[in-house]
């Protein structure tokens, strides 16, 4: 029987084997392990790939987020909303800088619904960091109108959403800041943590620089409170060969989804994520593909013994859903939508066989066709 794994952690070290190889053996023998001229060139990089001014290599999203809010001047007494499907790690980072974490309902899009967002807003709420989830960006005009409006600061967890645009605007340049993780199963992925953060203020660009490398400025002088989060030089190379060839892998991710789509639009049970060319001011890059399913558990379970691996996003609970967390709050879209989601194999390790094999299954399990037979 085929095996089809939900992420197969040797596939982007085995497929460029030799160039990374190349990589390794170029930095080390310079010596260039931290803050090298290869983190400048592939910060330089990301932000031409992005159309940002700035991005600064850190050591992961999460790290990307702290330090935005931070340096925002978001603190205890102010309120930050979320949409209840993102990683806990967005909330996190809110806790962190001593806000408080204003979870929101999803949208048809499964994305942060602007209706429930606004009716959270109090006079309390200061920002919204938005969640640019699974490879897609959310619609900026609603969300931007309310940031306006309300006089809010946006910044984006955009750890899923590197590719992604809406209305040909790259998901993670809308806000005050935009936060990528180069965490290894991310759509460019590092051989261990990393991050950025985008950035279009000049100004703003230099602290973070400072506070990432313990609030040192180049002067040897220390200007404010940093940490330690760089983006190690070693990994800002390897990323800077994969960005070489980054638009040929959300090509890829686009590709399958279409397959997945023309296979599986028309089964009954399921609620697929929209398809690549569904509405121009989209372009998805497919860090996953997340859809609904009747009779979620059984299909999971079938897909298994098929050896087709699946997953359900943050182990299966919405923020709010993290009893120990004390954010509860009544938010049924995402309350249902957590019953049903699964996501599918989306990576560039599967080939066009795997995929429709995925899809075989699927369409045996609701009965539509005979169990796939294939060698
Ligand atoms: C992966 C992820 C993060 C965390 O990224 P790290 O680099 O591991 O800190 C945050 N938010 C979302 C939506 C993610 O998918």
């Known amino acids: 029987m085929r095996t089809v794994p939900f992420f197969d952690y040797t596939h982007n070290f085995m497929s460029h084997k030799d160039q990374i190889l190349e990589v390794v053996a170029d930095v080390g023998s310079r010596g260039a392990f931290i803050m090298q001229k290869d983190l400048l060139e592939f910060e330089i990089g990301l932000a031409e790939y992005l159309g940002a001014k700035h991005t600064i290599g850190v050591g992961n999203a999460t790290d990307a987020m702290e330090m935005s809010l931070a340096l925002h001047g978001i603190g205890p007494g102010d309120e930050v909303l979320v949409s209840t499907h993102t990683m806990v790690a967005t909330a996190s980072a809110i806790a962190t800088v001593g806000a408080t974490v204003v979870p929101v309902d999803i949208g048809p899009d499964n994305l942060m619904d602007p209706k429930s967002c606004e009716a959270s807003i109090t006079s ?9 989830l699974n490879g897609r960006t959310a619609n900026m ?3 931007n109108e309310i940031v306006i409006s309300n006089d809010l600061k946006l910044f984006e967890d955009s ?36 991050g ?8 703003i660009y230099e602290q973070y620089l400072m506070m990432r490398d313990h609030g040192r400025g180049s002067d040897g002088d220390v200007h404010l409170w940093g940490r330690n989060s760089r983006l190690d030089n070693l990994q800002a190379a390897i990323l800077h060969l994969f960005l070489k060839s980054f638009d040929q892998v959300v090509a890829r991710r686009r ?6 789509q023309e296979k599986l639009g028309s089964c009954e049970g399921l609620q697929l994520p929209p398809a690549p060319n569904d509405d121009e001011s989209h372009f ?8 609904q399913a009747e009779h979620r558990n059984e299909l999971r379970e079938f897909l298994a013994s098929c050896n087709i691996g699946t997953l359900i996003q943050w182990g299966g609970k919405a923020l709010h859903q993290f009893k120990k967390l004390g954010l509860d709050r009544t938010l049924p879209a995402a309350d249902r939508f957590f019953e049903r989601c699964l996501m599918l194999p989306m990576s ?3 080939t066009d066989e795997d995929v429709s094999y995925v899809c075989d299954s699927v369409q045996a399990f609701y009965g539509q066709r005979n169990l796939p037979n294939d060698g």
């Open 255 to 260: 590709e399958i989804a279409e397959m997945y």
């Open 196 to 203: 950025a953060i985008i950035c279009n203020d000049t100004d």
């Open 159 to 194: 750890a899923q959403a590197l590719g992604s645009k809406y209305r040909n605007q790259a998901a993670g340049t809308f806000g005050l800041a935009g936060c990528l993780s180069f965490y290894p199963a991310k759509i460019l992925g590092c051989f261990g943590d990393g």
């Open 124 to 132: 309390q709420t200061k920002a919204i960091m938005i969640t640019q």
């Open 348 to 350: 560039m390790s599967l």
């Open 284 to 291: 998805d890059s497919f860090q996953n593909y997340e859809m």
């Open 141 to 143: 005009d609603s969300i």
